[in-house]
């Protein structure tokens, strides 16, 4: 049982480019995040999805856009990569929040 | 604005001895709250949840929640190095679907 898998583990990309950041569970979970996370800054969530076919915005979604492809998909895809958006992403999933989340192994993103 | 807090630490404890995490929400709505472990350069794990007041025990851990202060702690008994990590807790209040972070206690457990 895997879990949460995202792709890639890392990526490096320069100024302007683009990318799709990919998350699939396999735990039946209705309920899709993602995050990032900066040193002092905590994890702040980007966008999230509650059920397939709906997502939302989070805490900070400027200059990202997402797909609930299906229940078990949810992908995060930057238009036009800038260094600030250097950072770690995580993407998680629940059965609902009150459950906790189960979370991927992380992408480690460096814009150059 | 629903704020989760945690002393940043680095919080030290000798090898075998009580290390005690405490974490205070704003959130009066808040139900439900979790623990996080996350060792560096790795993803956050789910190792306690806690909805009721009162404790919860789980092997070497002990979740406290006192719902009247707003507060809430992780207890480690006989600590071990292994559990030299950065701790998260995080409330979830009511219908919202999204869990609220602190920042996290940075634990160091020495031999």
């Known amino acids: 049982n895997a879990g949460v898998t995202q792709t890639p583990k890392f990526q490096v990309l320069k100024t302007g480019q683009s990318m799709t950041l990919q998350c699939a569970q396999d735990?039946?979970?209705?309920?899709m995040y993602w995050y990032r996370q900066d040193p002092g800054m905590g994890l702040r969530l980007i966008y999230y999805?509650?059920?397939?076919?709906?997502?939302d915005k989070g805490e900070v979604p400027n200059g990202y856009n997402v797909s609930r492809l299906n229940k078990r998909e949810f992908s995060l895809r930057l238009e036009s990569a800038a260094p600030s958006q250097t950072s770690v992403y995580f993407c998680?999933?629940?059965?609902?929040?009150?459950?906790?989340?189960?979370f991927g192994s992380g992408t480690r993103l460096t814009v150059v | 604005q629903k704020e989760v807090e945690q002393n940043s630490g680095p919080l030290s404890v000798p090898e075998g001895a009580i290390a005690s995490l405490n974490c205070t929400y704003s959130d009066r709505g808040s139900q439900s709250f979790f623990w996080y472990r996350q060792y560096s350069g790795k993803s956050p794990e789910l190792i306690m949840f806690i909805y009721s007041n009162g404790d919860k025990e789980d092997g070497r851990f002990t979740a406290q929640l006192n719902k009247a202060s707003q507060y809430v702690s992780l207890l480690i008994r006989d600590s071990q190095p292994s559990d030299s990590a950065t701790y998260l807790c995080?409330?979830?209040?009511?219908?919202?679907?999204?869990?609220?972070w602190g920042l996290g206690t940075s634990l160091a457990v020495n031999p």
């Open positions: 995080a409330a979830h209040a009511g219908n919202n679907r999204k869990l609220i």
């Open positions: 998680a999933s629940s059965t609902g929040a009150n459950y906790g989340y189960t």
């Open positions: 735990m039946n979970h209705n309920s």
């Open positions: 999805s509650a059920s397939e076919g709906t997502t």
